[in-house]
Protein backbone atom coordinates (compact mmCIF):
# COMPACT_ATOMS: atom_id res chain seq x y z
CA UNK A 1 0.00 0.00 0.00
CA UNK A 2 1.27 3.34 -0.65
CA UNK A 3 2.10 5.84 1.90
CA UNK A 4 1.07 8.54 -0.04
CA UNK A 5 -2.42 9.60 0.24
CA UNK A 6 -4.35 12.73 0.18
CA UNK A 7 -6.81 11.95 3.44
CA UNK A 8 -6.73 13.41 6.46
CA UNK A 9 -7.23 12.22 9.80
CA UNK A 10 -10.43 14.48 10.45
CA UNK A 11 -11.90 13.71 7.11
CA UNK A 12 -15.39 11.68 7.10
CA UNK A 13 -15.29 8.91 4.27
CA UNK A 14 -18.83 8.80 3.19
CA UNK A 15 -19.98 4.84 1.12
CA UNK A 16 -21.10 5.54 -2.58
CA UNK A 17 -21.61 2.23 -3.52
CA UNK A 18 -22.60 -0.37 -0.92
CA UNK A 19 -23.48 -3.45 -2.74
CA UNK A 20 -19.44 -3.33 -5.02
CA UNK A 21 -18.01 -2.35 -1.60
CA UNK A 22 -19.63 -5.51 -0.13
CA UNK A 23 -18.69 -7.77 -2.64
CA UNK A 24 -15.08 -5.97 -2.34
CA UNK A 25 -15.54 -7.49 1.31
CA UNK A 26 -15.68 -10.89 0.39
CA UNK A 27 -13.12 -10.44 -2.61
CA UNK A 28 -10.27 -12.56 -1.62
CA UNK A 29 -6.67 -10.81 -2.21
CA UNK A 30 -7.89 -7.16 -0.64
CA UNK A 31 -5.82 -5.61 1.63
CA UNK A 32 -6.58 -6.36 4.90
CA UNK A 33 -6.64 -2.71 6.12
CA UNK A 34 -9.50 -2.43 3.81
CA UNK A 35 -10.72 -5.34 5.36
CA UNK A 36 -10.56 -3.97 8.67
CA UNK A 37 -11.88 -0.31 7.60
CA UNK A 38 -15.17 -1.40 6.20
CA UNK A 39 -16.99 -2.21 8.91
CA UNK A 40 -16.93 1.16 10.71
CA UNK A 41 -17.79 3.35 7.72
CA UNK A 42 -21.11 4.90 8.41
CA UNK A 43 -21.11 8.56 6.81
CA UNK A 44 -20.29 9.91 10.26
CA UNK A 45 -17.25 8.85 11.80
CA UNK A 46 -13.72 10.47 11.04
CA UNK A 47 -10.57 8.27 9.64
CA UNK A 48 -8.79 8.68 13.05
CA UNK A 49 -12.31 7.70 15.17
CA UNK A 50 -12.29 4.33 12.53
CA UNK A 51 -8.03 4.17 13.60
CA UNK A 52 -9.35 4.09 17.11
CA UNK A 53 -12.53 1.05 16.42
CA UNK A 54 -11.11 -0.68 13.88
CA UNK A 55 -7.98 -1.10 16.31
CA UNK A 56 -5.87 -0.17 13.09
CA UNK A 57 -2.53 2.30 12.86
CA UNK A 58 -3.66 5.67 11.48
CA UNK A 59 -1.35 6.05 8.47
CA UNK A 60 -2.92 2.31 7.24
CA UNK A 61 -6.15 3.24 7.68
CA UNK A 62 -5.93 6.26 6.15
CA UNK A 63 -3.87 4.42 2.86
CA UNK A 64 -6.85 1.92 3.10
CA UNK A 65 -9.46 4.58 2.61
CA UNK A 66 -7.06 5.93 0.18
CA UNK A 67 -8.01 3.14 -1.87
CA UNK A 68 -11.44 3.44 -1.46
CA UNK A 69 -11.12 6.83 -2.64
CA UNK A 70 -9.26 5.93 -5.88
CA UNK A 71 -12.10 2.89 -6.33
CA UNK A 72 -14.66 5.62 -6.48
CA UNK A 73 -16.56 3.43 -3.41
CA UNK A 74 -16.32 6.12 -1.07
CA UNK A 75 -16.23 10.36 -1.21
CA UNK A 76 -15.07 12.27 2.22
CA UNK A 77 -16.48 15.02 3.54
CA UNK A 78 -16.17 16.91 7.01
CA UNK A 79 -17.16 16.24 10.26
CA UNK A 80 -20.85 16.93 11.05
CA UNK A 81 -21.79 19.33 13.46
CA UNK A 82 -24.60 21.81 14.20
CA UNK A 83 -22.14 24.50 14.37
CA UNK A 84 -21.11 23.83 11.15
CA UNK A 85 -21.49 26.80 8.77
CA UNK A 86 -22.27 25.88 4.82
CA UNK A 87 -23.07 28.12 2.01
CA UNK A 88 -25.19 27.37 -0.86
CA UNK A 89 -23.25 26.80 -4.38
CA UNK A 90 -24.36 28.51 -7.89
CA UNK A 91 -24.89 24.14 -8.55
CA UNK A 92 -28.12 24.22 -6.37
CA UNK A 93 -29.88 26.36 -9.34
CA UNK A 94 -28.74 23.86 -11.41
CA UNK A 95 -29.71 20.87 -9.23
CA UNK A 96 -33.36 22.47 -8.61
CA UNK A 97 -33.34 22.80 -12.37
CA UNK A 98 -32.62 19.36 -13.19
CA UNK A 99 -34.92 17.31 -10.38
CA UNK A 100 -37.79 19.83 -11.77
CA UNK A 101 -37.49 17.43 -15.10
CA UNK A 102 -36.48 14.59 -13.84
CA UNK A 103 -38.86 12.71 -11.65
CA UNK A 104 -36.29 9.89 -11.09
CA UNK A 105 -33.69 12.21 -9.75
CA UNK A 106 -36.38 14.12 -7.52
CA UNK A 107 -37.31 10.88 -5.52
CA UNK A 108 -33.45 9.80 -5.30
CA UNK A 109 -33.08 13.17 -3.84
CA UNK A 110 -35.53 12.94 -1.17
CA UNK A 111 -35.17 9.64 -0.53
CA UNK A 112 -31.13 10.33 0.43
CA UNK A 113 -32.67 13.20 2.84
CA UNK A 114 -35.15 11.37 4.79
CA UNK A 115 -35.41 10.64 7.82
CA UNK A 116 -36.57 6.83 6.93
CA UNK A 117 -34.89 6.32 3.42
CA UNK A 118 -37.57 3.27 3.03
CA UNK A 119 -40.57 4.63 3.79
CA UNK A 120 -42.50 5.13 0.71
CA UNK A 121 -42.83 7.71 -1.86
CA UNK A 122 -45.57 9.36 0.07
CA UNK A 123 -43.80 9.88 3.23
CA UNK A 124 -40.68 11.25 2.09
CA UNK A 125 -39.92 14.77 2.21
CA UNK A 126 -41.09 17.05 -0.46
CA UNK A 127 -38.75 18.24 -2.95
CA UNK A 128 -39.69 21.74 -2.18
CA UNK A 129 -39.45 21.36 1.83
CA UNK A 130 -35.80 20.09 0.90
CA UNK A 131 -34.64 23.01 -1.54
CA UNK A 132 -36.63 25.95 1.18
CA UNK A 133 -33.73 24.21 3.68
CA UNK A 134 -30.84 24.34 1.37
CA UNK A 135 -31.78 27.90 0.31
CA UNK A 136 -31.75 28.77 3.62
CA UNK A 137 -28.15 28.27 3.61
CA UNK A 138 -27.90 31.50 1.00
CA UNK A 139 -26.40 33.62 3.96
CA UNK A 140 -23.67 31.25 5.26
CA UNK A 141 -25.75 29.79 7.95
CA UNK A 142 -24.76 27.47 10.85
CA UNK A 143 -26.33 24.05 10.96
CA UNK A 144 -28.39 25.08 13.94
CA UNK A 145 -29.81 27.97 13.11
CA UNK A 146 -31.19 26.18 10.72
CA UNK A 147 -32.60 23.66 12.50
CA UNK A 148 -33.55 26.78 15.06
CA UNK A 149 -35.32 28.36 12.20
CA UNK A 150 -36.92 25.73 9.81
CA UNK A 151 -37.10 22.54 11.49
CA UNK A 152 -36.77 20.46 8.95
CA UNK A 153 -37.64 16.98 11.06
CA UNK A 154 -41.23 18.50 10.33
CA UNK A 155 -40.79 17.64 6.67
CA UNK A 156 -39.23 14.45 7.53
CA UNK A 157 -35.76 15.55 6.79
CA UNK A 158 -32.65 14.64 8.47
CA UNK A 159 -30.51 17.57 8.40
CA UNK A 160 -27.10 15.64 8.76
CA UNK A 161 -27.93 13.56 5.56
CA UNK A 162 -29.10 16.80 3.74
CA UNK A 163 -25.79 18.33 4.21
CA UNK A 164 -24.19 15.00 3.08
CA UNK A 165 -26.21 14.86 0.53
CA UNK A 166 -25.83 18.61 -0.80
CA UNK A 167 -21.85 18.56 -0.11
CA UNK A 168 -21.28 15.52 -2.08
CA UNK A 169 -23.22 16.85 -4.96
CA UNK A 170 -21.36 20.13 -4.79
CA UNK A 171 -24.85 22.73 -3.68
CA UNK A 172 -23.32 23.31 -0.46
CA UNK A 173 -20.14 24.08 0.80
CA UNK A 174 -18.38 24.65 3.84
CA UNK A 175 -17.07 27.85 5.70
CA UNK A 176 -13.81 27.19 7.68
CA UNK A 177 -12.54 28.47 10.22
CA UNK A 178 -8.86 29.13 10.10
CA UNK A 179 -6.28 30.53 12.94
CA UNK A 180 -4.39 33.85 11.25
CA UNK A 181 -2.45 36.71 12.64
CA UNK A 182 -4.65 39.93 13.77
CA UNK A 183 -2.38 42.02 12.61
CA UNK A 184 -0.15 43.24 10.00
CA UNK A 185 3.09 42.96 12.55
CA UNK A 186 2.48 39.02 12.72
CA UNK A 187 2.38 38.97 9.20
CA UNK A 188 5.84 40.65 8.92
CA UNK A 189 7.17 38.30 11.32
CA UNK A 190 6.38 35.41 8.99
CA UNK A 191 8.48 36.93 6.07
CA UNK A 192 11.60 37.78 7.98
CA UNK A 193 11.29 33.73 9.37
CA UNK A 194 10.68 32.38 6.39
CA UNK A 195 7.10 30.91 7.53
CA UNK A 196 5.07 31.90 4.72
CA UNK A 197 5.92 28.18 2.58
CA UNK A 198 7.88 30.44 0.01
CA UNK A 199 5.38 32.77 -1.00
CA UNK A 200 6.62 35.96 0.47
CA UNK A 201 5.02 37.68 -2.63
CA UNK A 202 1.38 37.35 -0.90
CA UNK A 203 2.78 38.93 2.07
CA UNK A 204 3.31 42.97 0.96
CA UNK A 205 3.52 44.81 4.26
CA UNK A 206 1.12 47.34 2.68
CA UNK A 207 -1.73 44.45 2.13
CA UNK A 208 -4.80 43.89 4.35
CA UNK A 209 -5.32 40.21 5.56
CA UNK A 210 -9.07 40.67 3.47
CA UNK A 211 -6.94 41.69 0.06
CA UNK A 212 -5.84 37.85 -0.40
CA UNK A 213 -7.28 35.93 -2.75
CA UNK A 214 -8.51 32.83 -1.20
CA UNK A 215 -5.83 30.75 -2.63
CA UNK A 216 -3.60 33.52 -1.81
CA UNK A 217 -4.82 33.65 1.64
CA UNK A 218 -4.81 29.54 2.16
CA UNK A 219 -0.45 29.96 1.08
CA UNK A 220 0.55 31.91 4.19
CA UNK A 221 -1.62 30.17 6.99
CA UNK A 222 0.72 29.88 9.29
CA UNK A 223 0.20 27.61 12.52
CA UNK A 224 3.61 28.21 13.96
CA UNK A 225 2.24 31.72 15.50
CA UNK A 226 -0.84 29.86 17.11
CA UNK A 227 -1.74 29.87 21.23
CA UNK A 228 0.51 27.81 22.85
CA UNK A 229 -1.62 25.99 24.10
CA UNK A 230 -2.06 23.67 21.16
CA UNK A 231 2.02 23.96 19.97
CA UNK A 232 1.94 19.67 20.52
CA UNK A 233 -0.62 19.54 18.17
CA UNK A 234 0.83 22.56 15.81
CA UNK A 235 3.92 20.28 15.81
CA UNK A 236 1.93 17.20 14.31
CA UNK A 237 -0.01 19.31 11.76
CA UNK A 238 3.11 21.13 10.43
CA UNK A 239 4.19 17.56 8.94
CA UNK A 240 3.58 18.87 5.67
CA UNK A 241 2.87 22.45 4.04
CA UNK A 242 -0.85 22.72 3.24
CA UNK A 243 -2.81 24.60 5.48
CA UNK A 244 -5.83 23.30 8.38
CA UNK A 245 -8.39 24.44 9.31
CA UNK A 246 -9.83 24.25 12.81
CA UNK A 247 -11.25 20.40 12.06
CA UNK A 248 -7.52 19.23 12.27
CA UNK A 249 -7.59 20.75 15.54
CA UNK A 250 -10.67 19.28 17.30
CA UNK A 251 -9.90 15.78 15.53
CA UNK A 252 -6.58 16.23 17.57
CA UNK A 253 -7.23 17.29 20.67
CA UNK A 254 -10.91 15.28 21.16
CA UNK A 255 -12.52 18.84 21.60
CA UNK A 256 -15.45 20.74 20.20
CA UNK A 257 -14.54 23.88 17.54
CA UNK A 258 -16.32 25.84 20.69
CA UNK A 259 -13.16 24.51 22.77
CA UNK A 260 -10.66 25.14 20.40
CA UNK A 261 -12.38 28.80 19.41
CA UNK A 262 -11.79 29.97 22.90
CA UNK A 263 -8.18 29.17 23.22
CA UNK A 264 -7.19 30.85 20.18
CA UNK A 265 -9.08 33.63 20.95
CA UNK A 266 -7.54 33.62 24.64
CA UNK A 267 -3.99 34.94 22.50
CA UNK A 268 -4.97 38.43 21.21
CA UNK A 269 -2.47 38.24 18.57
CA UNK A 270 -4.65 35.87 16.88
CA UNK A 271 -7.96 35.53 15.55
CA UNK A 272 -10.19 32.83 13.67
CA UNK A 273 -11.09 33.41 10.29
CA UNK A 274 -13.89 31.67 8.35
CA UNK A 275 -13.66 31.37 4.57
Same mark, same amino acid.
Given at each position: ? @? ?63 ? #? ?12 ? #? ?29 ? @? ?25 ? #? ?13 ? #? ?20 ? %? ?27 ? %?? %? ?59 ? @? ?7
Amino acid at each position: M @SSVTSISDHQVPVLLDLLNVEDLFSTPGVDLAVKRVLPWINGKRHAREISILAEVDPLLVRGALQ #QLLNSGFIVTTDVY #QPSNVYLSTDELALFYRRCYFNPALRLSCCR @SVAVDSSASSEHLPRIKHVFTVLLAFE #QASSVQAIVDDLNPA #QYSIDVQRLVSFALINQLLRRV %HSYIVPANVTAVEALTEHNYQYGHSSYLH %HS %HHLSDYTESAFERYIVFNYAPRIVDIVLSMLMSDSSPHHLDAYCCLLERTPEFVEQLVESD @SKYMILRW
